[in-house]
């Protein structure tokens, strides 16, 4: 099937098979690899994108079911050299190690701090228990979104 | 893994989608958000040939409060759930109940009808719905009709639905504002499914004693369904100490619980008796206006 959606404010058209996960289609249809598979049955979190404003995990969505829709992959989530308020702050607290789970812990939290940039510590430890991390310990990555709110609070 | 292939589609009126699902040998399944199907799907549980989406029938995604309750349609996300202030006083036992529901992502997608659907034992919102009397409203090719919730769910992931058959919505008859109320659950991450929980309610008589008592088990059951034994125990005391000890006490030994990787059966059953007590102690809690 053929479908169509925007990816990164870029209108794109990929061919997929009914059964391809929006994840594997953002990979191999559209090269977009900063999107990271671990589990593929919903668990863990690596594969979250933002889809129309939400995070979701593109491992439980299929590539038809975003037909039209605005995605916005970690890949949107840079800024060429700079780094954004979250690489920056992840960067200072040393928030990845192996860096697996990084993109998903960068879309989720852009997606919480977008829509609630006075969260406290509690809803941000809550958000991110959906993001499996074997590295770090969590602490890190926690204190890094915490530092972030305040770029988002405009 | 990968799913077997399967075809797709994504009709715009219920009326198709009941007929691509019910035509001979289509071998088809609804999906909805897919929070639940797409790991079936992965992990080869189901492998149909045809995938009816139902993200564009219209009229599926309404959360309705009135005097007849309050009504949610089949594609109402967990994340409508807990955006939407009404419930707090329409239905706190559902609203918080839902809080236990998977992660961030999962709610922005998973819907009630998928969840009902999928009848996980440990799921919260089947729970929900059967210690409620909730009726479900399902479509399909002999027109629309409504199945009790208590004879909705068979087992682990079965459910009284037919071929063809869609989920349309779940209507829970209306709260009382001096109801009493309590929600409790173990799980091994928030957000994952039950090991155990307890959703319990109760109404007082003039005199104070506890009346229309329902106690459901999530998680500890191959399937939710309320505790007749614990409920019938508590009606008509006052509650105390003394009731609540013996309520959940008859509640453990009332149960029959699984025993699988996650927990033995008298793990669950222990916990079957201690988060009656605390769900209770928290009804008991509870000031008599307001529900939060």
């Not at chain 1, 994840?23 to 598979?37: E, F, I, M, Y």
């Not at chain 2, 009229?59 to 707090?88: C, F, K, P, Y």
């Not at chain 2, 109320?181 to 004693?209: K, M, N, Q």
Request: aromatic share 4%.
């Amino acid at each position: 099937m053929t479908i169509q959606f925007e990816v990164n404010g870029k209108a794109v058209k990929v061919e997929v098979e009914p059964r391809t996960h929006l994840a594997d289609c953002l990979r191999h249809g559209l090269g977009l690899t900063g999107t990271h598979v671990g589990c593929e049955h919903g668990v863990c979190g690596a594969c979250t994108v933002i889809v129309n404003g939400e995070a979701v995990r593109s491992c439980l969505m299929l590539a038809v079911q975003a037909e039209g829709a605005k995605i916005i992959t970690v890949e949107g989530l840079s800024r060429d050299e700079a780094l954004s308020p979250l690489q920056a702050a992840f960067r200072k607290h040393h928030a990845l190690q192996c860096g697996f789970c990084t993109p998903g812990m960068i879309t989720t939290a852009h997606a919480l701090l977008t829509d609630e940039p006075d969260a406290d510590i509690k809803r941000i430890r809550e958000v991110l228990s959906g993001n499996l991390c074997r590295c770090t310990g969590y602490i890190p990555i926690v204190e890094a979104v915490m530092e972030a709110r305040a770029a988002y609070r405009k | 893994m990968k799913p077997t292939p399967f075809d797709y589609a994504s009709p715009a009126t219920l009326a198709e989608a009941v007929s691509l699902l019910s035509a001979r040998d289509a071998n088809a399944m609804p999906i909805a958000g897919g929070q639940s199907l797409m790991p079936v799907l992965a992990f080869r549980l189901a492998a149909p040939k045809l995938l009816v989406d139902l993200r564009r029938i219209p009229g599926l995604n309404r959360i309705e409060t009135n005097s007849e309750g309050v009504h949610l349609g089949a594609m109402v996300r967990w994340r409508d759930i807990e955006d939407d202030a009404r419930l707090d006083n329409a239905h706190p036992l559902l609203k918080a109940a839902i809080e236990h529901v998977a992660h961030y992502q999962i709610r922005n997608r998973g819907t009630i009808g998928g969840s009902l659907a999928h009848a996980d034992p440990a799921a919260e919102l089947p729970g929900i719905a059967v210690t409620c009397d909730g009726i479900i409203n399902a479509a399909g090719p002999n027109g629309a009709r409504t199945i009790r919730a208590a004879e909705f769910f068979l087992g682990p992931l079965s459910t009284a639905l037919k071929t063809g058959e869609i989920i349309t919505g779940l209507q829970l008859s209306p709260w009382s504002v001096a109801r009493r109320w309590g929600f409790e659950e173990i799980s091994r991450r928030r957000g994952d499914f039950a090991i155990t929980a307890i959703g319990l309610f109760y109404d007082t008589d003039a005199a104070g004693r506890a009346a229309n008592t329902h106690i459901g088990v999530i998680g500890a059951c191959r399937r939710p369904h309320r505790i007749a034994e614990a409920e019938a125990a508590l009606n008509g005391c006052a509650v105390n100490d003394a009731s609540i000890l013996a309520a959940a006490k008859v509640a453990a030994t009332a149960v029959d619980p699984p025993e699988d990787l996650h927990a033995p059966a008298r793990y669950r059953r222990a916990l079957v008796e201690t988060l009656v007590e605390r769900a209770l102690r928290q009804a008991a809690a509870r000031s008599t206006r307001g529900n939060t």
